[in-house]
């Protein structure tokens, strides 16, 4: 099961754990799992196209999956995901 | 040879000592394309972004630091610290280069290439948080290094020091008054520390009592609305006063962003996504008053240039030599 990191705003909806685990051997398969333990958060980090939303980052292992092969980014068990806002917030 | 300037002319040529004196001042602009949505609204943007830093932020920063040496609070040997993912850490830098005071800033690990690369360029020192835990996190960390070295720093906080909306006050408000020949109707402007909003709403409300102000906040926790503030599930800023406005507008990360890529492409603006939402939030503020057949003078503001967000480009892949 990969790590995931959880950014401070969605972590409501993890019962407020910085960390979670899920399966899937790809990312877009890792937010599927997500979404099954953690009823909404899909919904947060993808557009309704099924596609990440453009001001929200998803690390594989400190690398963007923008360059990588996006939601088809092939994720191992040992890997830590981090899902990052785009942006610092406040001012 | 005498030189007769008009008023206006003279008004743009405008001739300082030192750049410290050009803060503030800065035109309105009409957005005739939009206003193509309001017939019989007029829209107008307050150019914050021509502020000598680039943003609004120079406003509050310049207040808070003349405040602070007139108290006696920074003097010599001191250091300006303070939390903050950019412009108010461009406004610091550039105040402190100007008037010879260290600067030390710290911010979330996620700001922009851009910003990192600006705020070294004045000479300031960055220390990072942990970008997972937002603003809030540098918040607390500035915190940390102002208790863990007593004497050394000054610590403007803009969230807490009534200097941020008292420089909007005395400036931003009168100016918005000035400009609009005392016509302006609506206020409307996103919120961070919500020291623009707060200190502008009061000044025009003591002008004319129902002149409305509206704040703009991102509709979500997790938005790309850089320097809003999400205030249900942030710190909320001691300064900021909600029962003195007309209301706040929840503002989708999209419908921002696509006012600002409208504002570039159809008014020339390249303005940064905090003033999409501000406009954003005057259109649907002025589209209520078509909807109403009411007049109205929509006045928005644009805290920065888009430039600032601009990420580094990918580095190339060498080319092998054949």
Not at chain 1, 26 to 55: H, M, W, Y
Not at chain 2, 41 to 65: H, T, Y
């Amino acid at each position: 099961m990969a790590t995931i990191r959880i950014p401070t705003p969605l972590r409501k909806l993890t019962q407020g754990k910085e960390e979670v685990t899920a399966t899937g051997g790809t990312i877009g398969a890792l937010i599927a799992n997500l979404e099954a333990q953690f009823p909404g958060i899909k919904e947060r980090i993808c557009d309704e196209s099924g596609q990440v939303r453009r001001f929200v980052n998803i690390f594989a292992n400190d690398e963007d999956i923008r360059f990588l092969k996006n939601l088809d980014t092939p994720v191992k068990d040992t890997d830590e995901v981090s899902i990052v806002p785009a942006i610092a917030g406040g001012s | 040879m005498t030189l007769a300037l008009d008023p206006v002319r003279r008004a743009r040529l405008r001739v300082a000592e030192r750049i410290t004196d050009l803060i503030g001042d800065t035109p309105i602009v009409r957005l005739p394309a939009f206003e193509r949505e309001t017939p019989g609204v007029e829209l107008w943007a307050k150019c914050e972004f021509l502020n000598p830093g680039g943003s609004v932020k120079d406003r509050a920063a310049s207040q808070m630091i003349r405040d602070a040496i007139r108290t006696g609070l920074l003097g010599p040997g001191k250091t300006i610290i303070d939390s903050t993912s950019g412009n108010t850490g461009v406004a610091y830098a550039l105040i402190g280069g100007a008037l010879g005071y260290p600067v030390t800033l710290v911010m979330p690990g996620n700001v922009s290439w851009a910003r990192r690369k600006i705020t070294e360029a004045f000479g300031t020192k960055l220390v990072f948080s942990d970008p997972m835990e937002g603003s809030d996190g540098a918040i607390r960390l500035c915190r940390q290094m102002v208790e863990d070295n007593p004497g050394a720093y000054f610590y403007p906080d803009q969230y807490s020091n009534l200097g941020n909306p008292l420089a909007h006050y005395n400036t931003t408000g009168r100016e918005i008054w000035e400009q609009t020949e005392g016509r302006v109707t609506h206020f409307v402007t996103g919120i961070g520390t919500t020291g623009t909003v707060m200190g502008t709403g009061r000044r025009l409300k003591e002008y004319r009592r129902d002149i409305e102000v509206w704040a703009v906040e991102p509709a979500d926790a997790l938005h790309g609305l850089e320097g809003l503030k999400h205030m249900e599930s942030s710190m909320v800023p001691p300064i900021y006063h909600p029962e003195e406005l007309d209301g706040v507008l929840p503002m989708d990360t999209d419908e921002a962003w696509d006012v600002s890529e409208r504002l570039a492409k159809e008014e020339g603006l390249l303005v940064g996504h905090s003033s999409g939402a501000s406009l954003a939030g005057g259109l649907r503020i002025a589209k209520r008053l078509v909807a109403a057949h009411k007049p109205g003078v929509v006045v928005t503001l644009f805290p920065d240039r888009a430039e600032r967000y601009f990420e580094a480009p990918m580095p190339p892949k060498p080319v092998r030599a054949p």
